[in-house]
């Protein structure tokens, strides 16, 4: 039973346009999302997250977009850049409580940007 | 050296044999976790220990030993491993407390191959 789904394994786009990275989950009691970065031979590094008390968190290039209603989350690159070119994962925790990092992570989605 | 350093990068070994891996953070944190990345499968909690007591066990089988001696340091002990534990393990540390609790900082993984 996977509690978060990245549907989409790969996406493709051309240098200078937007990157859309879609998540979805399952469980209702997340509170706390994260989307990490992975470059090949390198670990997962933070990008940017977002509480369910807010809809939106922006830093810089990036923007993490929350539906609760629709359990769905995603992360808008914008402009993409050719080092944007990584695999990108979404996570989500309850936050409450001792969950500290217990994240569940979905398979993650390789971008790949274009110059 | 500063992050989360895992050694080694890459092991090879048989079934029979006793092999660990060692991760090691240079961020003051005071929680560590292994997570294991299988082929085409979300990264996986294994363990955490938070102030070097194990708070977390994921299900994971006995031929996985986990040791933290200290808040910096955190081993994994393999033995009569199975060809099926080939994978990547990410060791990866936080804060105990607060936003800082939730955001991992993953070091760049030991590449595992059992044969």
């Known amino acids: 039973d996977q509690q978060v789904k990245q549907n989409s394994p790969s996406l493709s786009v051309q240098e200078g346009r937007i990157s859309i990275l879609n998540c979805d989950y399952t469980?209702?009691?997340?509170?706390?999302f994260l989307w990490y970065k992975k470059y090949p031979a390198e670990g997962p590094t933070f990008l940017i997250s977002?509480?369910?008390?807010?809809d939106k968190n922006e830093d810089g290039r990036f923007t993490v977009f929350l539906n609760k209603s629709a359990k769905h989350l995603s992360l808008h690159i914008v402009p993409s850049q050719p080092g944007d070119s990584a695999v990108y994962f979404c996570?989500?925790?309850?936050?409450?409580?001792?969950?500290?990092?217990?994240?569940?992570f979905g398979q993650g989605t390789i971008l790949t940007v274009h110059p | 050296e500063t992050g989360v350093t895992q050694t080694p990068r890459h092991l090879v070994m048989g079934m029979t044999n006793k092999k660990s891996l060692k991760c090691e953070q240079h961020?003051?944190?005071?929680?560590m976790y292994w997570y294991k990345q299988s082929a085409k499968k979300p990264l996986e909690l294994m363990f955490v220990?938070?102030?070097?007591?194990?708070?977390e066990n994921n299900s994971v089988p006995s031929r996985f030993s986990p040791e933290c001696p200290n808040s910096s340091h955190l081993f994994l002990h393999l033995h009569t491993l199975q060809p099926e534990d080939s994978a990547l393990y990410l060791c990866?540390?936080?804060?105990?407390?607060?936003?800082?609790?939730?955001?991992?900082?993953f070091g760049a993984g030991s590449r595992l191959t059992v044969l």
């Open positions: 961020l003051g944190h005071n929680a």
């Open positions: 990866a540390s936080s804060q105990v407390l607060g936003v800082g609790a939730n955001v991992l900082t």
């Open positions: 996570a989500a925790i309850f936050a409450g409580g001792t969950s500290y990092g217990k994240l569940t």
């Open positions: 220990y938070s102030l070097e007591e194990r708070v």
């Open positions: 469980n209702s009691m997340f509170d706390y």
């Open positions: 977002i509480s369910s008390i807010k």
